[in-house]
């Protein structure tokens, strides 16, 4: 076979793969993730369903297709955005971060909602999405681990019975930083994700009318929470 034939395929094989996530993604705005289907999704496509199975053997990993180019869609844009204040203070970076999230959030609900919101019954991620849902974490722990280094983080306090915790999260997470400091990277790491949900969600609704100065305020504050000044 030429490398012209074969090149042809792989672009071919590219672009049906970009078409079926691209038709998942139309059914779980519609329906919900509970309700994708790879025989709708083919019969959308105009293929038959054992053509769509070469690309994707079960519905399940076509969910974790969706679900991993999620994550790595709103690490990029994390990342992006960390990238263009690299040289600023550390709340500045933490900030930047936070709502790069929420920009992405706000203009992919679906897929948000997907990553997290309630989980699909019968599915479990595998490994295979660690890497990509944990870009943003990594970017929050080196904007603290730079804090630390130039000794510009004031370590959070940890109660007694915390402690054994904090180091287990710790040497898991971050052994190079103090165990309070990743005990309130986790805690900030989730609530940032609870304000970017309660408003995607509605939970704001007739409580909070200014949400973008809001965000930025509830942000900063998570910012010190785990000793950035």
Excluded: C
Excluded at 72 to 91: C, F, H, I, K, Y
Excluded at 111 to 137: D, H, K
Aim: no cysteine; proline share 6%.
């Amino acid at each position: 076979m030429s490398s012209t034939v074969r090149g042809a395929r792989a672009r071919a094989r590219i672009e049906v793969t970009a078409a079926i996530k691209e038709e998942a993604r139309r059914q779980l705005a519609a329906e919900g993730p509970t309700k994708l289907s790879l025989r709708a999704v083919a019969r959308e496509l105009g293929m038959v369903s054992s053509a769509l199975y070469r690309y994707f053997p079960s519905r399940d990993d076509l969910l974790t297709a969706l679900i991993i180019d999620a994550y790595d869609s709103l690490g990029e844009r994390a990342e992006t955005a960390q990238a263009t204040v690299a040289d600023a203070a550390p709340v500045e970076r933490w900030v930047a971060v936070g709502e790069a999230v929420r920009g992405w959030a706000l203009a992919h609900p679906q897929e948000y909602a997907l990553i997290y919101g309630t989980p699909v019954p019968g599915y479990s991620a595998p490994q295979t999405t660690v890497p990509a849902a944990a870009r943003v974490g990594l970017l929050l722990i080196d904007i603290v681990r730079d804090a630390h280094r130039r000794h510009e983080l004031e370590v959070p306090l940890l109660t007694d019975e915390l402690v054994p915790e904090a180091v287990r999260m710790g040497a898991e997470l971050a052994p190079d930083l103090p165990p309070g400091a990743v005990t309130a990277l986790v805690a900030a790491w989730s609530q940032l994700y609870g304000l970017v949900g309660f408003e995607l969600f509605g939970q704001f609704n007739r409580v909070v009318e200014e949400r973008e100065p809001f965000f930025r305020y509830a942000v900063t504050r998570l910012a010190h929470g785990v000793g950035l000044r």
